[in-house]
């Protein structure tokens, strides 16, 4: 199931926000899925509404949204600090390799933070919109519903040099996929596997493919496991020394979908990028059981995906009063400072 215009966002707003209150209990101390039941009931609708309207224009948007919640939580936890611009007091990790010219999306977080913050004013975290936002990109393209676990405050500085290298390539083996992942906390197979789903939908440039369709590790030959009908069509997209920036379809067979269908591509050497069809063809591994199971089963799939993202949501969040409530996702916050002058007259500069 894809993204369906008729889709109501409105009713989709109310079923979370009802969701929320029976899963409550199920989160841990400091996250909770009610956080803004009172203070600010209308955010999963203005977070619906706006990805809702983009996707009209823009079919990438969902899968680019959960992307940057990724790339986001990878890099010290779930703070937002992945949309913080460059300062004078710290480089922006949108520069970042893994990130420059290939995260996107950040013109609808402002949006939806613009509305958010006229509804609610200095109330709900960047890092907080993010993860909803990101939730209602996978139910909007038919994936699963879960309880968003909330509470989560934004880092005031980013972390450049930790995102050039705790961010899993695509070119990583299993065993740097693993390492990678475990470095953060994600430590079981199954976050592995199921997170990995997320390239169900979206797209890639073909400067991450390239190297697989002709020079595979330095070998002057294409990976061995990728399909060989595969291998020509690729070709046809990602020609050598052509575009890198090319655009290409994670999943060629229901590209804007939320669905198993990547881990078939996967078992049928489909995979669009490296890190992808490691996950089933290298030899031994016990990740392969699971790329088997999740593409004949949508709910072993999906309740894995489910578990997995609350996992990394949980990741070092910032809670309480560390951080801060950002009014603009780009920048943190102006610092007042109260001085008063030799005749008693305070003022704030």
């Known amino acids: 199931m894809g993204f369906s215009p008729s889709f109501s966002c409105s009713a989709m707003g109310a079923l979370i926000l009802g969701c929320l209150l029976l899963q409550a209990s199920n989160s841990n101390a400091q996250l909770r899925p009610d956080f803004y039941f009172r203070t600010c009931p209308s955010v999963f609708r203005i977070i619906g ?201 994670f999943d060629p067979v229901t590209p804007n979908a939320f669905d198993r269908q990547y881990y078939t591509n996967l078992r049928n050497g489909k995979g669009l990028i490296q890190s992808d069809q490691v996950l089933f063809s290298t030899p031994g591994a016990d990740t392969t059981t699971l790329v088997n199971q999740y593409s004949s089963n949508t709910f072993a799939f999906f309740g894995a995906f489910v578990d997995a993202m609350i996992r990394m949501g949980n990741l070092r969040p910032l809670t309480g009063t560390q951080g801060e409530i950002r009014q603009n996702c780009r920048v943190v916050n102006p610092r007042i400072s109260v001085v008063e002058n030799d005749d008693g007259v305070v003022s704030s500069i």
């Not at 010219?101 to 950040?106: A, D, E, I, L, P």
């Not at 934004?154 to 996929?177: C, G, H, I, K, R």
């Not at 592995?192 to 020079?215: D, E, I, M, W």
């Open 49 to 249: 509404d706006t990805i809702v309207d983009e996707l009209r224009t823009d079919p990438r948007i969902a899968a680019s949204i959960l992307r940057l919640h990724f790339h986001d939580c990878f890099v010290r936890g779930c703070d937002a600090s992945i949309l913080l611009d460059n300062s004078t007091s710290f480089r922006t990790e949108k520069d970042a390799a893994p990130n420059k010219n290939s995260v996107r999306g950040f013109n609808v977080i402002d949006r939806m933070k613009e509305a958010i913050e006229r509804a609610c004013p200095r109330t709900v975290s960047c890092a907080d919109m993010l993860t909803i936002a990101s939730q209602i990109s996978v139910l909007l393209s038919g994936g699963p519903w879960w309880p968003v676990p909330l509470g989560r405050r934004d880092s005031v500085e980013a972390f450049f040099n930790l995102a050039n290298t705790a961010l899993p390539s695509p070119f990583s083996t299993l065993t740097q996929l693993k390492a990678a992942f475990a470095d953060v906390g994600l430590n079981r197979a199954s976050d592995l596997v199921a997170l990995s789903g997320g390239h169900t939908f979206g797209k890639a440039q073909c400067q991450f493919v390239t190297p697989r369709l002709y020079n595979f590790n330095g070998t002057n030959r294409p990976d061995p496991s990728l399909n060989p009908t595969y291998l020509v069509e690729l070709r046809q997209l990602c020609p050598q020394n052509g575009n890198g920036t090319v655009l290409v379809n």
